[in-house]
């Protein structure tokens, strides 16, 4: 069992930044591939960053290409979001998600772990 704790939403102005965390309370944190997802009201769960277990390898969904960035620290259990030059359209409850598998799924139905969320709001 992987519990998983986001943190770092909040409020702020477009073509401002945020920096989410999510961290694991597991020991063999280096064997999941880790993603990021969001949800605004009303629409379905997408996918937005994708990061192998080594953290050599990273997909972003295009809609958020050369403004986020996800990254990992294995020694420290916890995967990141770099949020930049935030659009009213990324307001959403923001997941992380983990997922054995060595294939890099962006499908919500394929990750075994989750997150509670954490809000992000950008204001126009």
């Known amino acids: ?12 102005q477009a073509g401002g930044s945020l920096k989410l965390s999510c961290a694991a309370s597991t020991r063999t944190f280096s ?3 880790m993603a990021w997802f969001r949800q605004a ?4 769960r997408e996918f ?24 990992r620290d294995n020694a420290k259990n916890t ?7 935030l659009k009213s359209e990324d307001t959403a409850v923001y997941y992380c998600a983990a997922d054995l598998s060595v294939f890099r799924h962006i499908t919500p139905a394929e990750y ?12 126009s």
């Open 112 to 123: 075994d772990y989750w997150g509670q969320g954490t809000q992000v709001t950008v204001s």
């Open 31 to 33: 064997r999941y591939s």
């Open 41 to 44: 009201p009303g629409k379905e």
């Open 48 to 71: 937005v960053s994708h990061i192998s277990w080594s953290g050599t390898s990273t997909y972003d969904a295009d809609s958020v290409k050369g403004r986020f960035t996800i990254s």
């Open 1 to 12: 069992q992987v519990q998983l704790v986001e943190s770092g939403g909040g409020l702020v």
């Open 79 to 85: 995967v990141y979001l770099q949020m930049n030059s």
